[in-house]
C-alpha cells in the first residue's frame, strides 16, 4: 500500500525557515517523480515544486525560486522541501504527491494519484 | 488568478447529471497538454479522479467521465450522490514564462 506521510510544519516568523519531509513507503520511491503542492486556508490548489525519479531534474513556481529547494534521499525513500525566507503568503497546507507514471523527467504531464495527508505552515509574526 | 478557470459553484439534486467546466487557453489545454481531474472531501487530501482528460483510475465509478475539446475540458457526474459532494480541481500544465503545473480555482458541488 502506497502511504505518503508529511512531517515538518509549524509556526514560523517571517524571514524564517522550515524543513518539510515526506516519507513514502509501498513503491519504488526512486522510479517516480514527486512533488509538493500547498493549499492556503479555504482556497485552492497551486503547485510549488517538483523533482524527477532521478533527483536530477527539479521544478518551481515562480513565487518560491531562489527561496525553496526540492530534494530526495534514496537511501530513506524521503522527500523534503527546505524553505528559506518565508512569506505570510506561504501559509497553508502542504501536501506532497506521487506522480502516476513510472519514469517521468519532465514537469509537463505529472499526474498525482497518491497524496499526503498535508502539513501545515504558518508564517506569521 | 488561476490559469484555468472554474466556476465557483454547482449543485444538482440528487440522482441528476451535472458538468463541470474547466476553461484554459492557447498555452496549456489548447496547446495539447492533458487535463486531470481531483477530488477533495472536507479536510482531505484531494483524489485522483480522471487523468489523460478522459481515463479513470482502478475504483473509482464510471459515474464519472472527463471530456476535453480546444481550450476547455469538463468533469461529468451522472446519478448524483450525496457524497459527491466536495470540491473538484483540474489539473493541467502551461508553457507560458517558464512552465508550470497548473490547477484551476475549484468548483465546490453541492448535492441538494
Known amino acids: 500500500e502506497v502511504q505518503l506521510l508529511e512531517s515538518g510544519g509549524g509556526l514560523v516568523q517571517p524571514g524564517g525557515s522550515l524543513r518539510l519531509s515526506c516519507a513514502a513507503s509501498?513503491?519504488?520511491?526512486?522510479?517516480?517523480?514527486m512533488s509538493w503542492v500547498r493549499q492556503a486556508p479555504g482556497k485552492g490548489l497551486e503547485w510549488v515544486s517538483a523533482i524527477s525519479g532521478s533527483g536530477t531534474n527539479t521544478y518551481y513556481t515562480d513565487s518560491v525560486k531562489g527561496r525553496f529547494t526540492i530534494s530526495r534521499d534514496k537511501s530513506k525513500n524521503t522527500l523534503y522541501l527546505q524553505m528559506n525566507s518565508l512569506r505570510a503568503e506561504d501559509t497553508g497546507f502542504y501536501f506532497c504527491a506521487k506522480d502516476l507514471y513510472m519514469g517521468s523527467g519532465s514537469n509537463h504531464d505529472l499526474i498525482y494519484d497518491y497524496w499526503g495527508q498535508g502539513t501545515l505552515v504558518t508564517v506569521s509574526s | 488568478q488561476s490559469v484555468l478557470t472554474q466556476p465557483p459553484s454547482v449543485s444538482g439534486a440528487s440522482g441528476q447529471r451535472v458538468t463541470i467546466s474547466c476553461t484554459g487557453g492557447?498555452?496549456?489545454?489548447?496547446?495539447?497538454?492533458?487535463v486531470h481531474w481531483y477530488q477533495q472531501l472536507p479536510g482531505t487530501a484531494p483524489k485522483l479522479l480522471i487523468y489523460?482528460?478522459?481515463n479513470r483510475p482502478s475504483g473509482v465509478p464510471d459515474r464519472f467521465s472527463g471530456s476535453k475539446s480546444g481550450t476547455s475540458a469538463s468533469l461529468a457526474i451522472t446519478g448524483l450522490q450525496a457524497e459527491d459532494e466536495a470540491d473538484y480541481y483540474c489539473q493541467s500544465y502551461d508553457s507560458s514564462l517558464s512552465g508550470r503545473v497548473v490547477f484551476g480555482g475549484g468548483t465546490r458541488l453541492t448535492v441538494l
Open positions: 492557447s498555452s496549456n489545454i489548447g496547446a495539447g497538454y492533458d
Open positions: 489523460g482528460n478522459t
Open positions: 509501498g513503491f519504488s520511491f526512486n522510479s517516480y517523480a
